[in-house]
């Protein structure tokens, strides 16, 4: 565990010391990505956000979806529902609160390449934002590299950089532009196979500002649905 602890520091220091010069973030996160039937599968997601690292409140995201994996344990589409409960400042410095509901489509694929492991997610948004319900849509495109460091797989103890970004494009009254981008570096170590967990930095990056946030992130991908053995065994 200490090595764990080691690699995180020796990992987030030099990001923490460029950042020191803007209010960073904590993102304190859950998710969740359990098999309930042979090709079935069930999200579920849980980020507390906040503008330092507690107390004060940015976002609660909770978001689920159902997919279904068009390959064995691979290329799933899924349907998908988010409630985001907003606690942003107004333009003098006071907190307001603006909820949202989401509909949302995507496809997730994984590759894997040696000691790289590729993940792809498309995802589109509908979106209706405030007491207004102002719809918007969002088009999202997602890519991850883990790389496990002293196991040759990621497996049970295996110790694992994770690296990702995604790119955010909306749409609202009918223009199309540049929403954000997130860019993100972390230290991971996975528990078992289906159950790991990370601590990294991310920054966000918007049109005319960058907002540094640091992450810690639980999977869990511990199955409900196990296949029944081979009746012939």
């Not at 079935?40 to 159902?66: H, I, S």
Request: with cysteine; proline share 4%; net charge positive.
């Amino acid at each position: 565990m200490y090595r764990l602890l080691l690699w995180g520091l020796l990992l987030c220091s030099p990001l923490l010391l460029a950042a020191q010069s803007t209010p960073v973030g904590a993102w304190y996160i859950y998710f969740g990505n359990q098999r309930i039937a042979k090709n079935w599968t069930w999200f579920n997601e849980v980020q507390y956000r906040n503008f330092n690292f507690g107390g004060d409140l940015e976002q609660l995201l909770l978001r689920t979806a159902v997919g279904y994996n068009l390959t064995e344990g691979n290329n799933n589409l899924a349907l998908g529902y988010g409630f985001i409960h907003g606690r942003p400042y107004d333009s003098v410095g006071h907190k307001s609160s603006l909820d949202e509901h989401r509909v949302y489509q995507q496809f997730i694929s994984r590759q894997q390449f040696g000691r790289f492991y590729l993940l792809h997610r498309y995802r589109i948004e509908e979106r209706w934002i405030g007491a207004n319900a102002d719809f918007a849509l969002r088009f999202r495109y997602f890519l991850s590299l883990n790389v496990p460091l002293n196991k040759p797989t990621m497996e049970a103890r295996a110790l694992y950089l994770s690296l990702y970004s995604e790119i955010f494009v909306g749409q609202r009254s009918h223009e199309i532009s540049f929403d954000r981008e997130r860019v993100y570096a972390a230290l991971g170590y996975a528990v078992s196979k289906d159950f790991r967990v990370e601590l990294g930095y991310m920054s966000q990056l918007r049109a005319h500002n960058a907002r540094p946030q640091l992450q810690l992130v639980i999977f869990n991908n511990l199955p409900i649905y196990r296949p029944p053995a081979d009746s012939d065994k």
